[in-house]
């Protein structure tokens, strides 16, 4: 099992930037695609971003796409979301997730491994 750390979040005017940083630990994350997720109260954890564990593809979903950009660093066994241009429907707590293979996976059951959650709060 791996062990998963966010931090990064914090509060933030619309249309400015955070970058969130995912450190793992106990086993290496290298060939497992990590995902990146968010949840307000009351409502489902979505999917928001992922990177493959194979070659490197990259995934968004549509509300994100041209803000949001997930990379990782497997020498330091990080995933990272770098966030700009933000906007208040992005305020959240955002959680890193492993899964369980390779390959970009949206659904939140294909991911084994979940760090506790950073909070993001964009402001109008």
């Known amino acids: 099992q791996v062990q998963l750390v966010e931090s990064g979040g914090g509060r933030v005017q619309a249309g400015g930037s955070l970058r969130l940083s995912c450190v793992a630990s106990g086993r290496t994350i290298s060939g497992r695609a990590m995902g990146w997720f968010r949840q307000v109260p009351g409502k489902e954890r979505r999917f928001v971003a992922a990177?493959?564990?194979?070659?490197?593809?990259?995934h968004y979903v549509d509300s994100v796409k041209g803000r949001f950009t997930v990379s990782r660093d497997n020498a330091k066994n990080t995933v990272y979301l770098q966030m700009n241009s933000l906007k208040p429907e992005d305020t959240a707590t955002y959680y890193c997730?492993?899964?369980?293979?390779?390959?970009?996976?949206?659904?939140?059951?294909?991911?084994?491994?979940w760090g506790q959650g950073t909070r993001v709060t964009v402001s109008s």
């Open positions: 997730a492993a899964d369980t293979n390779a390959v970009i996976s949206i659904s939140s059951i294909r991911y084994k491994d």
């Open positions: 990177v493959s564990g194979r070659d490197g593809t990259t």
